[in-house]
């Protein structure tokens, strides 16, 4: 049972354009939301992260917005960039599950000049 | 700034044979992570290690162990490697200080023949 759903697999947009990528949960245990981003060739890195008592987080072009009551989050890129074209993980963990995180499939961004 | 590393980029193996995989951390994290990449599934947890000497399996550890003897290396071990194990490798650690951040090493393309 995938314990975090992912969506779309992949997404191709337009230099300028605002992809979202959106992930849903089960377990309402789940207290910590990061999105990696994997560039071709190396591991994934932390992007963002949010806990569900706020419900929307930025950093630079980045947001994360969470709704707790549908259990989902989501991505927004703002002003895609080239160099933003790579892999992106929704994840998510628990208090005291050793730091463990649940990944979801992933999606792969294409941003065209 | 974390680094992990991981001991092959590449490997070629054959059917049967015993492969290890290592990892090395530099930055005193407590917990240890191995993952396997594949195309539309996603990251998937083997095993993970929260104390020297200490695992717990994550939801795919059949055909697999690990060792940590030191609190720096975490080493996956594939006792008989079958092509069904044809995968990428991702090591990760995280500080076990409640950051949940995971910092990740570059991978090993690992090829059983």
């Known amino acids: 049972q995938q314990q975090v759903k992912q969506s779309p697999q992949s997404l191709i947009v337009q230099k300028g354009g605002i992809p979202i990528i959106n992930c849903a949960y089960e377990?309402?245990?789940?207290?910590?939301f990061p999105w990696y981003q994997q560039f071709p060739g190396k591991g994934p890195a932390l992007l963002i992260a949010i806990r569900p008592d706020v419900s929307e987080k930025k950093e630079g072009r980045f947001t994360i917005s969470f709704n707790k009551s549908a259990k989902q989050f989501s991505l927004h890129i703002m002003d895609s960039q080239p160099g933003d074209s790579a892999t992106y993980f929704c994840?998510?963990?628990?208090?005291?599950?050793?730091?463990?995180?649940?990944f979801g499939k992933g999606m792969k961004l294409t941003v065209n000049p | 700034d974390v680094k992990v590393t991981q001991s092959s980029r590449y490997l070629v193996k054959r059917t049967g044979e015993k492969v290890f995989l290592e990892c090395v951390q530099d930055?005193?994290?407590?917990?240890m992570f191995w993952y396997r990449q594949d195309p539309g599934l996603g990251l998937r947890l083997i095993y993970f290690s929260y104390d020297v000497k200490m695992k717990e399996k994550g939801d795919i550890p059949e055909g697999y162990s690990v060792s940590r003897e030191k609190k720096e290396r975490f080493s996956l071990i594939l006792e008989s490697a079958s092509t069904n194990q044809t995968s990428m490798y991702l090591c990760?650690?995280?500080?076990?200080?409640?950051?949940?951040?995971?910092?990740f090493g570059p991978g090993t393309r690992l090829t059983v023949t």
């Open positions: 377990n309402t245990a789940f207290d910590y």
């Open positions: 990760a650690s995280s500080s076990g200080t409640a950051t949940y951040e995971q910092y």
């Open positions: 930055m005193d994290h407590e917990n």
């Open positions: 994840a998510a963990s628990m208090q005291g599950g050793s730091e463990k995180l649940v």
